[in-house]
Nanobody, 123 residues
Framework: QVQLVESGGGSVQAGGSLRLSCAAS????????MGWFRQVPGKEREFVAG????????KYAGSTMGRFTISRDNAKNTVSLQMNSLKPEDTAVYYC????????????????WGQGTQVTVSS
């Protein structure tokens, strides 16, 4: 089992920044690829960013590329998402997720999820 707890969400004006953190515990977290997803009511969970077990390989959704940065610290069992130049359309509940080996763009392929943290961007 892997337990994930997100933090760092909140409200910010358009153009502002937020940094989300995901604290992982349980099995050897460094063996798990990590992903960030987001969801708004009535829509499917959307891939935001993914990072490999080593942190070398990263992938971003087109809508977040250049504005968001995913990183991980395996010594501290944490994964972060730095979000800059935020837009109202970034408003969503953001989730941290883990799966063995490589990251995936598909939410259904992740085994473990955090409870989510709300991000609200006002215009």
């Amino acid at each position: 089992q892997v337990q994930l707890v997100e933090s760092g969400g909140g409200s910010v004006q358009a153009g502002g920044s937020l940094r989300l953190s995901c604290a992982a515990s349980g099995r050897t977290v460094k063996n798990y690829a990590m992903g960030w997803f987001r969801q708004v009511p009535g829509k499917e969970r959307e891939f935001v960013a993914g990072i490999s077990t080593s942190g070398v390989s990263r992938k971003y959704a087109g809508s977040t590329m250049g504005r968001f940065t995913i990183s991980r610290d395996n010594a501290k069992n944490t994964v972060s998402l730095q979000m800059n130049s935020l837009k109202p359309e970034d408003t969503a509940v953001y989730y941290c997720a883990a799966r063995p080996r490589d990251y995936s763009l598909s939410a259904s392929l992740y085994d473990y999820w955090g409870q989510g943290t709300q991000v609200t961007v006002s215009s």
